[in-house]
């Protein structure tokens, strides 16, 4: 498969078309790169019923993750990240000039099927900074 074309997820991130479902009928895993622009942010969402990776290929990220974004971390290029089913989590990239890259596997292989978004979390980070 030839990575790409890119769609944006219901977490409002720009992510490339990669192995899923769709593109070539897994059954039990998506994997794919994901951008965050300078400055840019998802919405906060929580991943029903599977777990995510991300491996951090440049740039730094930051997240806001647990029971109201209670907790953060910072991760750099060369950072793997592990988050579990059904936690709410929030990741931005608060550097002004370089993207955050990375490549994602989640247990759901439809993609964006078991994205819960929760509005109701989207204003915790300005509130913590």
């Known amino acids: 498969m030839r990575g790409g074309e890119g769609y944006r997820g219901r977490q409002d991130l720009s992510y490339s078309v990669g192995v899923s ?3 070539a009928g897994a059954r039990g895993l998506c994997l794919h790169t994901l951008v965050i622009p300078p400055g840019g ?3 906060a969402h929580l991943h029903e019923d599977h777990e995510s990776a991300i491996y951090v290929i440049s740039g730094e990220a930051e997240m806001w993750w647990g029971e109201g974004l209670a907790h953060h971390m910072v991760a750099s290029a060369g950072d793997f990240v592990y988050i579990p089913a059904g936690v709410p989590h929030l990741p931005a990239n608060t550097h002004p ?3 955050a890259i990375g490549v994602v596997a989640r247990t ?4 964006q099927e078991s994205v819960v978004l929760l509005p109701e979390l ?3 980070p300005d509130q913590l900074r």
Do not use: G, N
């Not at 759901?108 to 993609?111: F, I, L, R, T, V």
């Open 122 to 124: 989207d204003h915790v």
């Open 108 to 111: 759901d292989p439809a993609e």
């Open 97 to 99: 000039t370089e993207p």
């Open 21 to 23: 479902a769709e593109s």
């Open 41 to 43: 942010r998802a919405k």
